[in-house]
């Protein structure tokens, strides 16, 4: 949508949940997103954008000033359809000047960075929150980890938006 120009379906459904008294945003993979919604005053109640490092064995090269996910492929230099966070450093920067509530989502890249690093890490980094996708038996050693990295110095920049 945002790739397309198309603003104004991107504004449409959000004014109308909002209209309804109901909390609504944004989710995505690229920084447009949420740039889009600042840039044409479109007010959301939070994003949700996936963020993690690319320090893990199969990450997808990328030059990180590129907002766009890579080229479909099989080549070196194109998607492996495993990295879904292009430019962490760009999303700490623009959250790091944002008071909307932030979601960080898909933190342990599909599985592929361990929970304790991809928790400490969102949070560490500026996430308010964090939707972690997990198995029922994770529940409790993940709710551990996060509890942990909640209560230690985060050495966070960023204020607390909830």
């Known amino acids: 949508v945002v790739r397309d120009n198309r603003i104004e379906d991107l504004a449409m459904p959000i004014e109308y949940i909002r ?20 840039a044409n005053n479109i007010n959301v109640d939070f994003f949700m954008k996936t963020f993690h490092s690319d320090k893990y064995w199969s990450s997808t090269p990328v030059d990180p000033a590129d907002p766009y996910l890579p080229e479909q492929g099989n080549g070196h230099n194109q998607s492996h359809d495993n990295l879904w966070c292009m430019g962490e450093l760009a999303v700490t920067d623009f959250f790091r000047n944002n008071s909307t509530p932030w979601i960080a989502y898909k933190i342990l890249a599909a599985g592929a960075i361990r929970p304790e690093d991809g928790i400490r890490h969102a949070f560490s980094s500026g996430a308010d929150f964090a939707c972690i ?14 509890y942990n990295a909640l209560k230690s110095d985060l050495g966070r920049e960023r204020n607390w938006y909830a």
């Open 133 to 146: 996708g997990m198995f029922d038996f994770q529940i409790i050693e993940n709710a551990n980890i996060a």
């Open 19 to 38: 209209s309804q008294g109901i909390i609504a945003g944004t989710a995505g993979h690229s920084m447009s997103v949420p740039e889009a919604c600042i």
